[in-house]
């Protein structure tokens, strides 16, 4: 038996957005909805389930691409246990090549986000947003980690690159809302071992190693060096340029914190210790949330396999 065919997340309405953000079986999913729940930017997609036939998803892409006016989406994976194998996706595929893109992840027993594509060579500013307590009714901290042009959430979250700048606040009551005060953050400069050059190289490492090759675009061997010719050769320049997020991101700063605080309340998590989100500023002057992601929560409980997962792990 089929699920229901997939509809586009912001075509949901307040009864559906809750039913999806308590939804723990897919939590990328489910923090979506949250995030668009309460008006906060963030893509629109479609939720693709373990057992969707080869006609459900390919109606589902063509629905959302129409709704979107692209030819292209971006495929993300969600649910189940994250390993360190598992499909790191952000990847954006014409619309006709989505169907056997989808097809391996669903048989694994992962669910398929498909979201409006973006261009991840092009970001103006990424930020890293956590907020910790150590228990309810506790005052906690608000931290950013923020990355320049030509960086992605990606290099934070999966890359282990270094933040350029690091900004946070301490003694957050994040019961009451109070607007910060510019005197109280402490922010941090560039810590990263080697400087710029050594974040440079390891961010083009990783797109040569993950999302170059996932695209195939690269024909050589999958190295920091092809990478970077690869970008130039296209004119993705803003990696190779200045990289100072500070001042772009303490101007959001007082925003984010805002939206943060909101989201404390939104989860569904009322026991939470540690939150995080992430935020970016495309280069055309968009901005999106990604996820936000529940420290005590993070990993759910993995989907049944489909039959024919079963039959090739026998």
Not at 83 to 98: E, H
Not at 196 to 225: H, M
Request: proline letters at 7%.
């Amino acid at each position: 038996m089929t699920t229901t065919l997939p509809r586009p997340l912001h075509s949901l309405g307040h009864q559906e957005l809750d039913r999806a953000a308590r939804d723990r079986r897919w939590p990328k999913w489910a923090t979506m909805a949250v995030l668009h729940s309460v008006g906060l930017p963030t893509l629109n997609a479609t939720l693709l389930r373990p057992g969707q036939t080869p006609t459900e998803i390919r109606t589902a892409a063509r629905v959302l691409a129409a709704a979107l006016d692209t030819d292209r989406l971006m495929i993300r994976s969600d649910g189940g246990f994250e390993r360190k194998q598992y499909y790191r996706g952000g990847n954006t595929f014409p619309v006709a090549d989505i169907a056997q893109r989808a097809a391996p992840l669903l048989d694994a027993g992962r669910a398929v986000i498909l979201a409006g594509p973006t261009n991840r060579f092009t970001n103006k500013l990424t930020v890293m947003v956590r907020m910790d307590r150590p228990g309810p009714g506790r005052p906690g901290t608000f931290t950013l980690e923020g990355l320049g042009p030509g960086y992605d959430v990606a290099d934070l979250t999966r890359g282990e690159l270094p933040p350029q700048v690091t900004a946070q606040l301490n003694d957050v009551d994040w019961d009451t809302y109070g607007t910060p005060r510019w005197h109280e953050w402490t922010i941090t400069g560039d810590r990263c071992p080697g400087g710029e050059d050594a974040r440079r190289r390891r961010r083009l490492e990783r797109l040569a190693s993950q999302t170059l090759s996932d695209g195939g675009q690269l024909s050589g061997t999958p190295s920091a060096e092809n990478a970077e010719a690869w970008l130039r050769g296209r004119g993705f320049l803003h990696l190779f340029g200045p990289q100072s997020p500070q001042p772009a991101m303490m101007r959001r700063a007082g925003r984010l914190f805002e939206d943060s605080f909101v989201l404390t309340r939104a989860q569904p998590n009322r026991n939470w210790r540690c939150l995080g989100t992430a935020f970016s500023v495309f280069a055309d002057a968009r901005t999106v949330y990604w996820d936000l992601v529940d420290g005590e929560r993070k990993y759910a409980a993995a989907a049944a396999p489909t039959r024919r997962a079963k039959g090739a792990a026998a």
